[in-house]
């Protein structure tokens, strides 16, 4: 019996495939060491924002000063040139007095009662203001005196040309023929008024002008 040929190459042995080894991964090189890095530190939180008041309303509740308070030397500035307006006046009161022919004791009994009490008071706080002046040269500066002085020049001022004004005021109606007072009655009123009033206004207005040049 003949032998197909598909037989032999059915029973021939069949070899086997040889896979080819893998080939070798790259072993990575090892990196050096490092130290940790420490987290970079956190701002601390904010606080939670404080509730809105009413702003306002806080600031009426709190006092006001309604009048500035003096300093301690400028309370005594004070009583000095208290005592100094009412000297003034009385001087000024006693010779208008004299000049239009009151000389009862009566009509001069309170002016000179006002000098007697001020005059000492004056020259006493005059006298030790002076003396602290020179000891401490920056009292001169004190708000409180230079309110005072400012304030009393005002008022010399005033009087003086409050004065002068009724001087002319008079003379223009002698001119017009009208009656009052004699010219020279007024003339020595208005002269009165002039010295007294005026050396005020003249001693403050020197002192605060020496003030500014320093």
Request: glycine share 4%; hydrophobic share 45%.
């Amino acid at each position: 019996m003949e032998e197909h040929p598909f037989n032999n190459f059915y029973q021939q042995p069949v070899a086997p495939t040889v896979q080819p080894p893998p080939a070798p991964q790259p072993v990575a090189s090892p990196q050096p060491w490092q130290p940790p890095v420490p987290p970079a530190p956190q701002p601390p939180p904010s606080p939670p924002p404080a509730p809105e008041s009413n702003s306002s309303a806080s600031r009426n509740d709190l006092p006001v000063a309604v009048v500035q308070a003096l300093s301690v030397r400028g309370v005594e500035y004070a009583m000095m040139t208290f005592s100094l307006w009412l000297i003034a006046g009385s001087i000024i009161w006693v010779l208008i007095a004299l000049v239009n022919g009151g000389t009862s004791f009566k009509l001069l009994v309170l002016p000179t009662a006002i000098l007697i009490a001020c005059v000492p008071v004056f020259g006493y706080l005059f006298l030790r203001l002076k003396k602290e002046e020179i000891a401490n040269p920056d009292l001169r500066f004190d708000p409180s005196k230079r309110r005072l002085s400012q304030f009393t020049q005002i008022i010399a001022f005033s009087a003086c040309l409050f004065n002068v004004i009724g001087f002319i005021y008079l003379v223009l109606q002698k001119v017009a023929g009208e009656s009052g007072p004699t010219i020279v009655k007024s003339l020595l009123t208005m002269l009165i008024v002039l010295v007294v009033a005026g050396g005020v206004l003249a001693y403050y207005w020197l002192d605060e002008h020496k003030l500014r040049a320093k």
